[in-house]
């Protein structure tokens, strides 16, 4: 079975960082490239960022270009998303998901951490 | 960036009716489209991809359609597990954008 486990997400002030990790069990990891995707408290779907199954090739929202930073340990069955800088707009809770295949898109997300930025 | 306007934003429907959600692309997707239903305090479930291919487990009452920038999605006989907030996504190129969400209330 499929299962894709988010953790790291807490309460932390502006300007601060966190790092966000999701486990993924059930499949062959490395094959597949993955997500992040964030949803602020009553408001829609916001993608964030993607990386490749070998991690070569990385993607990001300008939203948060240039201060968050995916990434991924094969080895460890693991997706990781580096949040620095934090703003009080990246309160969300934050999704990992599977990307089946380039012309599929997702198909399993993870149940979600939520990151609240707050003073 | 590509822009995803879903139309109703909201709706009201009783359990065996028929509705239909809209998703209009501001530019020409290549049919690179996917529907997801998310119901409250829960993770989004992918429905459809492609336009119209259904993910493994999803009923058939669930169908998408169109091509294009202009897309449908149709729940032949709603039913009470249906209830919930659906959000289309273009996955055509990057930012992948998803539509601002149609919410389906009980009548």
């Known amino acids: 079975e499929v299962q894709l486990v988010e953790s790291g997400g807490d309460m932390v002030q502006p300007g601060r960082s966190l790092r966000l990790s999701c486990a993924a069990l059930?499949?062959?990891?490395?094959?597949?490239?993955m997500i992040w995707v964030r949803q602020a408290p009553g408001k829609g779907l916001e993608w964030v960022s993607y990386?490749?199954?070998?991690?070569?090739?990385?993607h990001y929202a300008d939203s948060v270009k240039d201060r968050f930073t995916i990434s991924r340990d094969n080895a460890r069955n693991s997706l990781f998303l580096y949040m620095n800088n934090l703003r009080a707009g990246d309160t969300a809770v934050y999704y990992c998901?599977?990307?089946?295949?380039?012309?599929?898109?997702?198909?399993?997300w993870g149940q979600g951490t939520l990151v609240t930025v707050s003073s | 960036d590509i822009q995803m306007t879903q139309s109703p934003p909201s709706l009201s429907a009783s359990v065996g009716d028929r509705v239909t959600i809209t998703c209009r692309a501001s530019?020409?997707?290549?049919?690179?489209l996917a529907w997801f239903q998310q119901k409250p305090g829960k993770a989004p479930k992918s429905l459809i991809y492609?336009?119209?291919s259904l993910h493994i487990g999803v009923p058939s009452r669930f169908s998408g359609s169109g091509s294009g920038t202009d897309f449908t999605l149709t729940i032949r006989s709603l039913q009470p597990e249906d209830f919930a907030t659906y959000y289309c996504?273009?996955?055509?190129?990057?930012?992948?954008?998803f539509g601002q969400g149609t919410k389906v209330e009980i009548k």
């Open positions: 492609a336009v119209s």
């Open positions: 996504q273009h996955y055509n190129n990057y930012p992948p954008t």
């Open positions: 990386i490749s199954d070998t991690g070569a090739t990385v």
């Open positions: 059930g499949f062959r990891f490395s094959s597949f490239e």
């Open positions: 530019q020409d997707i290549n049919n690179y």
């Open positions: 998901a599977r990307v089946r295949a380039p012309w599929v898109g997702p198909d399993y």
